[in-house]
């Protein structure tokens, strides 16, 4: 695809977002936002709107993409038999710099992002199962009536203002954004959670999730969203279903290697870091690191950039994460500028390939 077409699909995509929602007409039934009625139509509208917006714009998951397309097929045999209720299908796209699940069983994925994702089955498998079971969830649909009922709720308490203006409508506002938001986190870690056993079934290593959740947390630019948790919020909330994960995982398949998504990601944590001066001056920075499923050595890059001068320096050094947690230290004869309270730490941890395996910002204390 051209930088035109993927220009156009932001704006495609943007539009079909916010204008189709807004000119809906009022839902059929408003219930609580944990049932859809069978009446309810909307998200097929949505979802044909979609198809036919987007596909010019897309192409098939095919050639370097086509393991995306195998892992997703692999992951919809363990769904029951409504999962013919959808058009399954896998889109790659230009210029969306995310991965949108429509509801009727399309899922585009950014190319950006299916590069990172490779030829690794397992991540994938993180990606598209936490996009099907928002399909099967029918969450779009689940969020439209949600606002719909915010709306309906909100709307007896507005009054009329001085000089003809609405009282309320700001403080009002701001309640319905909030717990719009709520909805919507909470419903990013329902998919989370199904989709996590969605791959295990599937024969994917769960490890795989927080494999993905680094990965993409190491990418360059702004990522927030008020509607999805952070990636450490996630990992914190799925923390009972990773242990019942795992063991299902081992049950299934205890040669890992022989498994769908084959052997298990290396996941690595990088703790908060701290620092102190010695007799000589030098700054020693610890990095505490905790590694799983690590067969070999992995490099730490430590970036130090004084956030009054701006001096930077940078030290790597490759470890075995032998012991959890695993020290790392660093020795380095500090800027004058580098004092209590100025020093920011850029830390990277790479595979042996020297792709990122977790990235993290963090100040350090220095005492």
């Known amino acids: 695809m051209s930088d035109m077409s993927a220009k156009v699909l932001c704006v495609v995509l943007v539009a079909l977002l916010g ?17 859809v009625p069978p009446s309810f139509t909307e998200d097929a509208r949505f979802a044909g709107r979609t198809r ?19 892992v997703m097929e692999t992951l919809l045999r363990q769904l029951p038999v409504q999962r013919a209720k959808f058009s399954w299908e896998l889109r790659i796209a230009k210029g969306t710099g995310n991965v949108f699940a429509s509801p009727d069983g399309a899922i585009f994925v950014d190319e950006e992002i299916a590069q990172l ?12 199962s ?9 969450d ?38 909030s717990r719009l938001a709520v909805f919507c986190q909470s419903m990013e870690l329902e998919a989370d959670a199904e989709g996590l056993m969605l791959m295990t079934r599937a024969g994917f290593d769960p490890d795989f999730v927080p494999a993905l959740h680094h990965l993409m947390e190491g990418q360059p630019g702004p990522r927030e969203d008020s509607s999805h948790p952070a990636w450490d919020v996630r990992e914190q909330r799925l923390r009972k279903v990773f242990i019942g994960a795992g063991l299902e995982y081992d049950r299934l398949w205890p040669e890992r290697y022989a498994s769908p998504g084959g052997n298990s990601p290396i996941v690595v944590y990088a703790g908060s870091p701290s620092g102190k001066r010695n007799a000589t001056g030098e700054l020693e920075v610890l990095v505490p690191l905790q590694c799983q499923n690590l067969a070999g050595s992995i490099e730490v890059v430590l970036r130090l950039t004084d956030t009054k001068s701006g001096a930077p320096a940078e030290l790597r050094q490759v470890t075995g994460c032998t012991s959890n947690p695993t020290l790392i230290a660093f020795m380095l004869p500090a ?5 209590r309270g100025h020093v920011q730490a850029d830390i990277s941890v790479l595979d042996n390939t020297g792709g990122i395996l977790t990235h993290t910002l963090s100040p350090i204390p220095v005492r």
């Not at 036919?52 to 195998?70: D, F």
């Not at 994702?117 to 598209?128: Q, V």
């Not at 009054?159 to 700001?170: K, M, V, Y």
């Open 117 to 128: 994702l490779g030829s690794r089955a397992g991540l994938w498998a993180a990606t598209l």
């Open 19 to 35: 204008a189709f929602g807004a000119k809906l007409a009022p839902a059929q039934q408003i219930l609580p936002p944990e049932a």
């Open 140 to 177: 779009w649909a689940r969020r439209y009536l949600f606002e719909k009922s915010l709306e309906q709720a909100e709307a007896p308490q507005l009054s009329l203002g001085e000089a003809g203006g609405f009282s309320g409508t700001w403080v009002e506002g701001q309640v319905s954004s």
């Open 335 to 339: 800027p004058e500028g580098h004092r």
């Open 52 to 70: 036919s917006r987007l596909l010019p714009y897309t192409e098939p998951a095919s050639g370097q993409y086509v393991i995306g397309k195998q």
């Open 130 to 138: 936490h996009e099907i079971s928002h399909i099967v969830r029918r």
